[in-house]
């Protein structure tokens, strides 16, 4: 499958294309390998025709010149990878190509598989995504924006009686409201198993990251998930917070797809804040404070935390190491409360915290902020307006 590196009839526009998502990939060399191991010749070309909308097989044919009896099994065998989401609706399919992140770097990994050469990839990934010879790196692109494409959820049992958190902030009631979900394996702990290493947290692997609505409909029907109860779902949450996992959604109020429960290892995201994207991951509207009165020092906090944002206190001189306690990095903290039900001294507390931002409605409005941050809109206006036009014209409903 790797015929086509380097190849500049199909990998180069494939991620010109790509790098008009929000999240766009950085051109290199582990890039094009990664890609070439995915993307067949023809899978590439066609991704490099999609529209910035979704589409369906028609309105591909034209795009592609390719005849439906030929592009049909390659959209079919494109969604079954995850390169692409085929949506039924009114008794038609709409395609929707996929990014690379949050895209189909994850979905590589949220199956077991022998259609692609997971262990390779996983090498390969890690590899790209903590590459900065070039001088800019992924983590640029992922977490470089003004407004951050995902966000943490707090554990609402360690919020102060004195505050109150809204539907879209409460992991359970986002749940609830999904009206559809499922569960897959965790793709970060999954990629991690491939490199021949393990969760620190000991956290599960199987059926522990869960999808929602669409999504989720998607992932079942092609093999990445399980669909799962609401009840089960629930369950799934009290489990992660058995081994102090950090939840993080798309940083939306309607309808976010999905809830990852993230330790401090494993997860990219995480990884991110701990190497000094201390604003990549939306903050909840709370912050961990230690009080130095029941702190013991003891340490449980430090591994609790999933970014690394609890260490000594500093700036105090300690006479002896029995007067040591812990502090709580405001500028790192996610808010999440992971590290609350790690203290057995009942030294960590939640509180509200004066920077408390409303995310952005729909998934739309989410993604035209980050394309207007990134100097990417203008291309999605314009293909608005022709969409518009055509849908004017004389026999177009």
């Given at each position: 499958?790797?015929?086509?590196?380097?190849?500049?009839?199909?990998?180069?526009?494939?991620?010109?294309?790509?790098?008009?998502?929000?999240?766009?990939?950085?051109?290199?060399?582990?890039?094009?390998?990664?890609?070439?191991?995915?993307?067949?010749?023809?899978?590439?070309f066609i991704a490099s025709r999609f529209p910035l909308e979704e589409a369906t097989l028609p309105e591909l044919v034209k795009r592609t010149?390719?005849?439906?009896?030929?592009?049909?099994?390659?959209?079919?065998?494109?969604?079954?990878?995850?390169?692409?989401?085929?949506?039924?609706?009114?008794?038609?399919?709409?395609?929707?190509?996929?990014?690379?992140?949050?895209?189909?770097?994850?979905?590589?990994?949220?199956?077991?598989?022998?259609?692609?050469?997971?262990?390779?990839?996983?090498?390969?990934?890690?590899?790209?995504?903590?590459?900065?010879?070039?001088?800019?790196?992924?983590?640029?692109?992922?977490?470089?924006?003004?407004?951050?494409?995902?966000?943490?959820?707090?554990?609402?049992?360690?919020?102060?009686?004195?505050?109150?958190?809204?539907?879209?902030?409460?992991?359970?009631?986002?749940?609830?409201?999904?009206?559809?979900?499922?569960?897959?394996?965790?793709?970060?702990?999954?990629?991690?198993?491939?490199?021949?290493?393990?969760?620190?947290?000991?956290?599960?692997?199987?059926?522990?990251?869960?999808?929602?609505?669409?999504?989720?409909?998607?992932?079942?029907?092609?093999?990445?998930?399980?669909?799962?109860?609401?009840?089960?779902?629930?369950?799934?949450?009290?489990?992660?917070?058995?081994?102090?996992?950090?939840?993080?959604?798309?940083?939306?109020?309607?309808?976010?797809?999905?809830?990852?429960?993230?330790?401090?290892?494993?997860?990219?995201?995480?990884?991110?804040?701990?190497?000094?994207?201390?604003?990549?991951?939306?903050?909840?509207?709370?912050?961990?404070?230690?009080?130095?009165?029941?702190?013991?020092?003891?340490?449980?906090?430090?591994?609790?935390?999933?970014?690394?944002?609890?260490?000594?206190?500093?700036?105090?001189?300690?006479?002896?190491?029995?007067?040591?306690?812990?502090?709580?990095?405001?500028?790192?903290?996610?808010?999440?409360?992971?590290?609350?039900?790690?203290?057995?001294?009942?030294?960590?507390?939640?509180?509200?915290?004066d920077n408390r931002t409303t995310p952005p409605l729909k998934r739309n409005d989410l993604y035209k902020q980050i394309l207007k941050e990134?100097?990417?809109?203008?291309?999605?206006?314009?293909?608005?307006?022709?969409?518009?036009?055509?849908?004017?014209?004389?026999?177009?409903?």
């Amino acid at each position: 499958m790797g015929h086509h590196l380097g190849s500049k009839s199909s990998l180069v526009p494939l991620i010109d294309r790509l790098n008009m998502f929000p999240v766009g990939l950085v051109d290199n060399d582990k890039l094009r390998e990664i890609l070439a191991l995915l993307f067949d010749e023809q899978e590439a070309f066609i991704a490099s025709r999609f529209p910035l909308e979704e589409a369906t097989l028609p309105e591909l044919v034209k795009r592609t010149k390719l005849p439906a009896a030929e592009l049909k099994p390659a959209l079919e065998r494109m969604a079954d990878k995850g390169l692409l989401m085929d949506m039924p609706y009114g008794g038609e399919t709409y395609y929707l190509l996929v990014p690379g992140l949050i895209g189909f770097f994850e979905f590589t990994f949220m199956k077991n598989r022998t259609d692609l050469p997971q262990a390779k990839i996983a090498r390969l990934m890690t590899e790209y995504m903590h590459d900065t010879s070039s001088g800019r790196g992924q983590g640029d692109e992922v977490f470089g924006s003004k407004t951050q494409l995902t966000r943490s959820l707090v554990y609402e049992e360690h919020i102060p009686v004195t505050s109150e958190i809204t539907t879209y902030e409460n992991a359970r009631e986002i749940i609830k409201n999904a009206g559809y979900g499922a569960a897959g394996l965790c793709f970060c702990r999954h990629k991690k198993e491939h490199l021949g290493e393990s969760c620190s947290k000991g956290a599960p692997v199987e059926e522990f990251c869960i999808s929602l609505g669409a999504a989720a409909k998607f992932f079942a029907r092609r093999g990445f998930a399980v669909e799962k109860s609401t009840a089960e779902l629930l369950a799934i949450l009290d489990r992660a917070k058995e081994f102090n996992l950090t939840f993080v959604t798309d940083n939306i109020r309607q309808k976010p797809s999905f809830i990852c429960s993230c330790c401090r290892c494993c997860c990219e995201l995480m990884a991110g804040v701990q190497h000094g994207f201390h604003e990549g991951v939306a903050k909840t509207g709370f912050t961990a404070v230690i009080d130095p009165m029941k702190c013991d020092y003891c340490g449980k906090c430090f591994s609790a935390c999933n970014v690394k944002g609890i260490a000594l206190a500093k700036g105090v001189e300690f006479k002896g190491k029995h007067q040591r306690f812990a502090a709580v990095d405001a500028k790192i903290c996610l808010g999440c409360g992971a590290c609350v039900s790690a203290c057995s001294k009942g030294a960590l507390t939640m509180v509200a915290a004066d920077n408390r931002t409303t995310p952005p409605l729909k998934r739309n409005d989410l993604y035209k902020q980050i394309l207007k941050e990134k100097g990417r809109l203008t291309p999605y206006v314009i293909s608005a307006i022709k969409k518009k036009i055509k849908n004017m014209l004389p026999g177009k409903g």
